[in-house]
């Protein structure tokens, strides 16, 4: 088998599950463990608890910044 960088669920490493892409950059939601999320957004990132949660505040700061997302 090659050398090959592991993807992040076979590291164990934190990836976005969740994004938006914007004219104004993405907007990425990645799973920390224990319910809790990491948020990141063009020069913001914030940590939520909560999966209901992350995604609402995702959600928004895309909305804010003019991006669209699925229903």
Same mark, same amino acid.
């Given at each position: 088998? /090659?050398? &090959? ?6 590291? %164990?490493?934190?990836? /976005?599950?969740?994004?938006?892409? $914007?004219?104004? %950059? ?6 920390? %463990?224990?319910?809790?999320? &990491? ?9 939520? $608890? ?5 995604? &609402? ?15």
């Amino acid at each position: 088998m /090659p050398n &090959r960088k592991p993807e992040p669920w076979e590291s %164990g490493a934190a990836a /976005p599950f969740l994004w938006i892409e $914007t004219a104004q %950059g993405n907007f990425e939601m990645s799973a920390l %463990g224990e319910d809790r999320f &990491r948020i990141t957004a063009p020069g913001h990132e914030q940590l939520v $608890t909560g999966l209901e949660e992350a995604e &609402r505040t995702t959600e928004a700061l895309a909305e804010q910044a003019g991006g669209a997302f699925p229903p």
